[in-house]
């Protein structure tokens, strides 16, 4: 009787020290036992897409909070610096915020238009796609002012002409007027939204790159694009 007592608890004692019933020393940290709370996630501003029917209000809104009018475009070639206009803010705001959130990184001067025009905003990056679906689908109402031609060096916004009646913008796809004596034949019909500042002899090395049957450089000619002021 003896023996089973003491095998028995020889028995329960094995079965007790192979759980994990360790106390931690006072010296070491312990998890708390408290419920541990989920930091906040803070939602961006612009984290909304935009669309045709909230475009005005979005980019309004978003200009009178990022009031930047000049960019700085870094290429292999050199920089282009480049002033925006207030006189067309939609147009301002969308581009502040290409810059800021990236978009530009990801693209390149897809098309080199010789003595016409350097054409940016574009390319096969797959990040490039996923950054333009986050900002949306849609076009930017035209901000066309009669001050404001096509001349040498001139910042305009690309569109689409058919089953556009009202002008609207791409929101994406900018270009450069190299003409020296302005691409005239344009004004009326595209956005102008800035100038060149600083780097027109970067802008005329691009439009002398190789290109293939469709303009497009056969070496990518990508920019980082920053704020500068």
């Known amino acids: 009787m003896r023996l089973f007592f003491l095998f028995f608890i020889v028995f329960n004692w094995s079965l007790i020290s192979c759980q994990d019933t360790k106390t931690p020393p006072q010296n070491e940290p312990q998890t708390p ?11 961006q501003k612009h984290a909304k897409r935009i669309t045709n029917k909230n475009v005005v209000e979005m980019l ?5 909070n990022n009031k930047e009018r000049f960019v700085k475009l870094t290429t292999d070639f ?3 610096e480049i002033e925006l206009y207030n006189e067309t803010p939609l147009h301002r705001a969308n581009f502040i915020q290409l810059v800021k959130r990236k978009f530009l990184d990801e693209t390149c001067f897809y098309r080199v238009a010789k003595g016409f025009v350097i054409q940016g905003g574009n390319s096969d990056r797959m990040e490039m796609a996923k950054i333009k679906r986050r900002i949306g689908q849609f076009t930017i109402p035209h901000e066309i002012k009669k001050q404001l031609k096509h001349h040498y060096g001139c910042v305009a916004m ?11 913008s791409s929101p994406f796809e900018f270009y450069i007027d190299i003409d020296p004596k302005g691409s005239q034949h344009l004004n009326g019909e595209h956005t102008v939204i800035g100038r060149v500042t600083k780097g027109m002899n970067v802008a005329k090395k691009i439009n002398l790159v190789e290109v293939d049957f469709s303009e ?9 694009a920053e704020i500068i002021d």
Do not use: L, S
């Not at 309004?60 to 009178?64: I, L, P, V």
């Not at 690309?158 to 609207?168: G, S």
């Not at 497009?216 to 980082?224: E, L």
């Open 33 to 43: 036992k408290v419920q541990i709370k989920k930091p906040k996630i803070t939602v």
């Open 60 to 64: 309004t809104e978003y200009g009178k």
């Open 78 to 80: 050199g920089d282009i």
């Open 158 to 168: 690309a569109r689409v002409y058919k089953n556009n009646p009202n002008k609207r």
């Open 216 to 224: 497009w450089p056969r070496k990518d000619v990508y920019m980082k």
